[in-house]
């Protein structure tokens, strides 16, 4: 029998968190809809201790971080249970440029006297540094949801861990397949399994990996308590959407990459953000430290939010809508949001799918000329 740690991801995103291989077991772990189970078992109650179904995709997603993994009912409720954990007067240092929900959950806690947040400009690595010398927390995300920004993790994650903070890394953008924080030193990664795990727009799921079993451990009881558990059916559409992430991402990537390009060129953009440009400031931090350089993406549109919100009514096979991660492509300005004044107006996120990329081109281009005249 192969060990896994011989396999390549695209193998293991096939083989984990299966059931056993005795003669007659299903090869999908079923979807287990329990409560409540027979007394002297060694799980009583499913929040004390998970479903079968919940438990074959934290294995999943365990094996592919490298570490423990505990599965939330969403990206959020992970998030807040990593940041429940922390003492009262604790203080964080998070990126300016994050996701908005995160940023908002922390500056509510900074309001109620919970925690003290800085936040920082995490592309710039010595002043990353300089904000997170006496942090308890050091909450990085790379690359950055919606500008796009490429923090050096590796340096940063062994950074907190000598200054004794705890470091947290949302990989939500560039998942396991292109970057494992945990192998630099990173205490926990979290995710919006929402996005590029679940890959299909159908459900709201979270993960949080802890380091190991003793480092996600206070996480699991967070969960216990505060029980910010999945549902059986999201774990299980989760899990199914995991087994093709390697290869939907391959061709999404590869669509990001050839859309960047020709979005640069592009009479009706003003600039494009996305590593794998060689002249994007993240490039060659990216190339060092990601197996790729991912599906999202964000471009200004010349003529401000006028345009922008224009180009994004335009588009026929693209979609405008909020989340990404999916099978579609999806674009969104996000500067109509709220607590996103940072970003410039006419800026579009989009997340690149797995459609034929000339459908995406030909439909951007006629929607770009259309919004910019
Ligand atoms: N982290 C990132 C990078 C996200 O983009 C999101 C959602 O958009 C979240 C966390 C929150 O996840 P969820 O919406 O599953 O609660």
Redesign the pocket.
């Known amino acids: 029998m192969t060990d896994d740690t011989d396999l390549r991801f695209e193998t293991l995103a096939i083989t984990a968190g299966r059931p056993s291989a005795y003669p007659g077991n299903p090869l999908s772990t079923p979807i287990v809809l329990a409560s409540n189970f027979r007394a002297d078992g060694a799980v009583e109650y499913a929040r004390d201790g998970g479903t079968d179904t919940w438990q074959a995709l934290e294995a999943a997603v365990g094996v592919l971080e490298g570490g423990d993994a505990i599965a939330f009912a969403?990206?959020?409720?992970?998030?807040a249970a990593i940041l429940e954990s922390l003492p009262t007067g604790a203080s964080v240092v998070v990126p300016a440029d994050?996701?908005a929900?995160?940023r908002t959950l922390l500056n509510d806690g900074a309001a109620h006297g919970r925690w003290k947040v800085s936040a920082v400009d995490i592309a710039d690595t010595a002043a990353t540094e300089q904000a997170a010398w006496a942090a308890d927390l050091l909450w990085l995300?790379s690359p950055t949801?919606p500008l796009i920004d490429v923090a050096d993790l590796p340096r940063l994650c062994s950074f907190g861990r000598d200054r004794g903070a705890m470091v947290v890394v949302?990989n939500?953008?560039a998942t396991p397949l292109l970057q494992r924080p945990l192998s630099w030193g990173a205490d926990y990664v979290?995710?919006?399994?929402?996005?590029f795990i679940g890959g299909h727009s159908d459900l709201?799921?979270?993960v949080v990996v802890g380091r190991d079993p003793a480092t996600s451990a206070p996480i699991r009881r967070r969960r216990q308590l505060a029980g910010g558990t999945p549902g059986a059916l999201e774990s299980y559409l989760a899990l199914r959407g995991l087994r093709t992430l390697p290869i939907r991402l391959e061709r999404s990537q590869a669509s990001a990459g050839v859309l960047a390009e020709r979005l640069a060129a592009h009479p009706g953009v003003s600039r494009v953000r996305y590593p794998g440009l060689a002249t994007d400031p993240g490039h060659a931090r990216a190339a060092a430290q990601m197996a790729g350089f991912g599906s999202m993406l964000a471009f200004e549109v010349a003529g401000g939010a006028a345009a922008a919100d224009a180009a994004c009514a335009g588009v026929r096979v693209v979609v405008a809508a909020?989340?990404?991660g999916g099978v579609e492509t999806t674009i969104e300005r996000r500067a109509k949001l709220p607590g996103q004044e940072h970003i410039p107006p006419g800026l579009i996120r989009m997340s690149v799918g797995v459609e034929h990329v000339e459908d995406l081109w030909a439909d951007l281009d006629r929607a770009l000329r259309g919004a910019t005249g």
Request: aromatic share 8%.
């Open positions: 969403s990206g959020m409720a992970a998030a994050c996701y929900g995160v995300e949801n949302d939500t953008f979290v995710h919006s399994a929402t996005k709201l799921m979270g909020t989340s990404l």
